[in-house]
């Protein structure tokens, strides 16, 4: 059974930074992207990024270019969101999701971890 386990979300200040961990077992998505998406109350979902363990490198949504970054770590089967600058329209529930081959929708999603950014 796939299962993809987000961690690191919380409170915290206007231009405060935090990092997000995506954890996936049962299966390697050694070919396959894994992304991170947010929903925010009201809002619909939002593609913030993804990054593919054989690609060249991640792509980003415009809205958080520059501040967000996406890394991996191959052996761990784990990909990080590093936020940076955070801002109020930042909160949100942060999901990360994965691919089951590419072309293809985004199959599997972790459960969600809440990220708060107070002014």
């Known amino acids: 059974q796939v299962q993809l386990i987000e961690s690191g979300g919380g409170l915290v200040q206007t231009g405060g930074s935090l990092r997000l961990s995506c954890a996936a077992s049962g299966r390697t998505f050694s070919n396959y992207p894994m992304g991170w998406f947010r929903q925010a109350p009201g809002k619909e979902r939002e593609f913030l990024g993804s990054?593919?363990?054989?690609?060249?490198?991640?792509n980003y949504a415009d809205s958080v270019k520059g501040r967000f970054t996406i890394s991996k770590h191959n052996t761990r089967n784990t990909i990080y969101l590093q936020m940076n600058s955070l801002k109020p329209e930042d909160t949100a529930v942060y999901y990360c999701?994965?691919?089951?081959?590419?072309?293809?929708?985004?199959?599997?999603w972790g459960q969600g971890t809440q990220v708060t950014v107070s002014s």
């Open positions: 999701a994965a691919k089951a081959g590419v072309p293809g929708p985004w199959v599997y």
């Open positions: 990054i593919s363990w054989t690609w060249s490198g991640p």
